[in-house]
């Protein structure tokens, strides 16, 4: 008996099956992280618009923090096929809108530019959640802002530089005075 033929014997006598020996043989192979479904040109729209969401200011922006490719990731693993075919549509929908407002790619527009058209977005997308009923998806681009900004404050960076992070908090105070400009905490 060799060693194929008494794996094979064993499984049946556990009540499992083997489809494949090559399967188990050769292993699993991920894809995840590879960004396979994403052009060049879609996740360099991403890390744009993330970064317009969250710029770099006094703390590195989303850009930096590398949510692009965080995004790409979450709506690739979780998001359900009609919330993903809605975000596709809306990268496709920012660049029409880039272009009727203002003869270009959104990638090529001035961050002024790209803010007043995100900013026009954000307006759309209030107004179309207040009136949405459950059978309609979810505006894509409530979906970015959201996925920008999980993205980004739970990266090293958005958690370190953008909120008062403390690694090791010490008493439970519940009333800190707050001043105004005083960073979030984040405990680790």
């Given at each position: 008996m060799d060693r194929r033929e008494a794996v094979r014997y064993?499984?049946?006598?556990?009540g499992g099956t083997i489809v494949g020996s090559s399967a188990?043989?050769?292993?699993?192979?991920?894809?995840?992280?590879?960004?396979?479904?994403?052009?060049?040109?879609?996740?360099?729209?991403i890390a744009?618009?993330?970064?317009?969401?969250?710029?770099e200011t006094d703390s590195p922006g989303a850009k930096e923090a590398k949510v692009g490719p965080?995004?790409?990731l979450m709506v690739d693993d979780c998001y359900e096929a009609k919330d993903q075919a809605e975000f596709r549509k809306g990268l496709i929908l920012i660049n029409e809108k880039a272009m009727l407002?203002?003869?270009?790619?959104?990638?090529?527009?001035?961050?002024?530019?790209?803010?007043t058209l995100l900013n026009e977005l954000d307006k759309e997308q209030k107004e179309y959640t207040k009136n949405k009923t459950s059978e309609q998806p979810t505006h894509y681009f409530r979906l970015m802002k959201e996925l920008t900004t999980l993205g980004y404050f739970?990266?090293?960076?958005?958690?370190?530089?953008?909120?008062?992070?403390?690694p090791i908090p010490g008493k439970y105070e519940a009333c800190i005075d707050y001043k105004p400009g005083d960073k979030a905490f984040h405990y680790g």
């Open positions: 064993i499984s049946l006598i556990m188990i043989l050769s292993g699993c192979k991920s894809t995840t992280g590879t960004h396979q479904n994403w052009s060049d040109d879609d996740m360099a729209l744009e618009i993330a970064d317009t969401i969250i710029p965080f995004i790409a407002a203002y003869g270009d790619n959104f990638v090529k527009l001035t961050p002024e530019e790209r803010t739970s990266s090293e960076l958005g958690a370190t530089k953008a909120r008062r992070y403390n």
